[in-house]
């Protein structure tokens, strides 16, 4: 981890949660963030992995239950680590030199010890932001101040926006998942099933299913049409010609977010020339992006663009007014063209319109868009516009009047190859777009 960003990053946290204090003027002075507790399966003494709270993953990268980082203003912020006394699992927290310099570490082994610590700290002022009421009340917590809205809008809002801390771990998770999408490719070139390709990325990337920021999306052929697919097929009926990998790698806690997709020699003409538009349409895309735009606007051209797409490949027929004014382009990609990303891969207050919380819902004919704010520097988010050949939402349309519009031929033809994705993650500079992706290609 390098020191000085890490410094100057909890630094501008400090800065901010002393804002949000000040701006909400509420009953409270101070905050205890917390990571979470453990969860089991019901009737099952097994453990549900565990997730930090993604708040707390901001302040510092420890992926574990009961954690907790207390914040008053002007005063050096605690760690509190819990370390339960418990020979069934390691449970030891190695502490980066970097964190020891940032906060005051203080060591327990129970929840009881914190709440006797926090008698001493807190004078009644302090608010709790976490998943667990319960906990916060045995430790002492008022009813009223677990997880004050007001807060929880404040915070949410200001994480888009990275330090040069965070740019450094998203920019190292991306280089990283690079070599799993190289390798996965490779795989699939070489006849590899769903299985063997997400295995071949997390051997790449030295990664365990549980450190991935989201699980591996790994489809062959008509799968890669299923938005979130699943599973891993672990035979192939035939010879894969399409692969559409979505994955993404950690980094102390922070995400990447990436989508490939390849196809095979022999894959049908049509669909490779597909491919080729919608790689041209993505960085088209993120030349668009400049601080003062609307991710909204992004959206709207992505669709438009779709609409040529389609047009131009003999998808669809009519014209681009025709299609937009019928929402046809959403039939073919019926989710949003991204999302911010941080330590959540959809990262939290993407329908804010500001920092007290305002809401500002996707479009009608949007519904899925995660991300309506506007661009500003170092905001970060993924662009991820997709051409997909999905029975459910196309074959509602066969004998329908949006139906006259598309090439049932093509599409018939085209079933068997999915879709396509092409997701990069983006930084808003001061005047364009990083790409932290397609930078270590
Ligand atoms: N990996 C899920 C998404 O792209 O949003
Ligand atoms: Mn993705
Ligand atoms: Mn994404």
Not at 8 to 33: D, E, F, M, W
Not at 85 to 114: C, G, M
Not at 408 to 414: F, G, I, Q
Request: aromatic share 8%; with cysteine.
């Amino acid at each position: 981890m390098t020191s000085i960003n890490y410094a100057k990053h909890t630094a501008t946290l400090c800065s901010s949660y002393s804002n949000a204090l000040q701006h909400i003027n509420g009953p409270y002075r101070a905050v205890l963030v917390h990571s979470g507790v453990e969860h089991h399966y019901f009737g099952d003494d097994r453990a549900v992995s565990f997730q930090a709270y993604g708040h707390l993953l901001h302040w510092i990268p420890v992926n574990r239950p009961n954690q907790f980082v207390y914040f008053r203003p002007n005063e050096k912020p605690v760690y509190f680590q819990i370390v339960p006394s418990d020979f069934w699992h390691e449970q030891d927290i190695n502490v980066d030199p970097a964190w020891d310099q940032q906060f005051t570490i203080v060591r327990l082994v129970t929840l009881d010890e914190l709440a006797k610590q926090l008698q001493q700290l807190s004078k009644s002022d302090l608010a709790y932001i976490g998943e667990s009421p319960a906990v916060a009340s045995s430790l002492g917590i008022d009813k009223s101040l677990i997880n004050p809205q007001a807060l929880l809008a404040y915070l949410d809002f200001s994480r888009a926006i990275k330090s040069d801390y965070e740019l450094d771990q998203l920019r190292a998770a991306n280089q990283l998942a690079l070599l799993g999408h190289r390798a996965a490719k490779a795989c699939f070139l070489e006849g590899g099933t769903e299985f063997e390709i997400h295995l071949a990325f997390l051997q790449a990337t030295a990664h365990l299913e549980d450190e991935s920021p989201y699980t591996n999306i790994v489809a062959l052929n008509e799968k890669a049409a299923i938005l979130h697919y699943q599973f891993k097929r672990k035979a192939n009926e035939d010879k894969g010609q399409v692969l559409l990998i979505d994955a993404g790698c950690r980094v102390n806690a922070y995400g990447s977010d990436i989508t490939r997709t390849s196809v095979s020699e022999d894959v049908h003409p049509k669909f490779r020339s597909l491919v080729q538009a919608m790689e041209e349409l993505e960085l088209a895309l993120v030349a668009e992006v400049c601080p003062g735009k609307t991710y909204q606007s992004l959206h709207q051209s992505t669709l438009t663009r779709l609409a040529r797409v389609l047009i131009d490949n003999d998808i669809c027929n009519g014209s681009e007014e025709n299609l937009i004014a019928l929402d046809i382009p959403q039939l073919f990609m019926p989710h949003g063209v991204g999302h911010l990303l941080g330590v959540q891969v959809h990262d939290v207050g993407g329908h804010q319109a500001d920092s007290i919380g305002t809401l500002l819902p996707p479009p009608a004919n949007s519904p899925a868009l995660r991300n309506t704010r506007v661009m500003e520097a170092d905001m970060v988010f993924t662009v991820e516009p997709g051409l997909y050949f999905i029975p459910l939402l196309l074959e509602a349309q066969r004998n329908s009047s949006k139906g006259k519009l598309i090439n049932w031929k093509n599409v018939d033809e085209l079933y068997c190859c999915g879709g396509i994705r092409i997701e990069d993650n983006i930084r808003v500079t001061d005047d364009g777009a990083e790409n932290l992706t397609r930078q270590f290609e």
